[in-house]
């Protein structure tokens, strides 16, 4: 099924925003889940980059699923004609979300080296923005800590950008472009585990509908303003 042209020119202004053509140097790598949100993004950056994009998934091993998650990216890029590379790490003990996140950025910055991509981007979106914000209010942070997810950064340990074009998106968006493909994306259970903060605070969001995720998240981007004009 045909993307919807609206979602497609607004991706594409939203990637032209934080990577402009003139500083493409090579296709654009997606790191995708098989999860809705990153699904959403390998669609819409099919349809904005056509033959421009890569489409990279990783198996951490902490899941069983996660083997048919990877495959499940891998059909919808094969029906594209999208390449794609199946990644594996390892996650070293610890902190579990912090240490599985450090390997998927040094994979994905081995990955970008060996197939010449020009950036990596990731299909962080709204409501994640908002949660992030949230969490770290709740921590105490400073100002670097609440300017939240960043727009465009690098790779740590490397200059390869690091791109969230979904950033003023809402994940019921995405969800929206993934069924609207026909493509039943996978569900990770961590998502809405109660031992996760994260999770836990999901579900208090849905709750409190008198919080916009978009205007929580537009704060965040105001003080990552802040913050580089200090910076400055």
Partial sequence: MQLDPVAARRFAADLAALWPED????????????????????????????????????????????????????????????????LAVRVAPGNLQAEARRARYAVLAEWVGAEGL?????????????????????RGSGLVGLAGVRARTVIEGSEIPLLRPLLGWRKAEL?????????????????????????????????ADWLDPLQIAASAGHLAEAWQ???W
């Fill in 23 to 86: 500083e493409r140097g090579g296709a654009l790598g997606l790191a995708v889940s098989g999860g809705p949100d990153s699904l959403a993004l390998l669609l819409l950056a099919a349809e904005a980059l056509p033959g421009r994009i890569a489409v990279a998934s990783i198996d951490h091993g902490l899941r069983p699923e996660a083997a048919d998650e990877v495959a499940l990216v891998g059909r919808v890029a094969a029906e594209r004609g999208i390449p794609f590379t199946p």
């Fill in 118 to 138: 020009g950036a990596v981007a990731t299909a962080h979106h709204a409501d994640d923005q908002a949660e992030t914000l949230l969490m770290r209010l709740g």
């Fill in 175 to 207: 969800a929206a472009v993934v069924a609207a493909a026909g493509i039943t994306p996978a569900q990770d259970p961590s998502n809405t585990d109660p031992a996760y903060d994260r999770a836990r605070l999901r579900a208090a969001l849905v709750e």
């Fill in 229 to 231: 004009a200090l910076g």
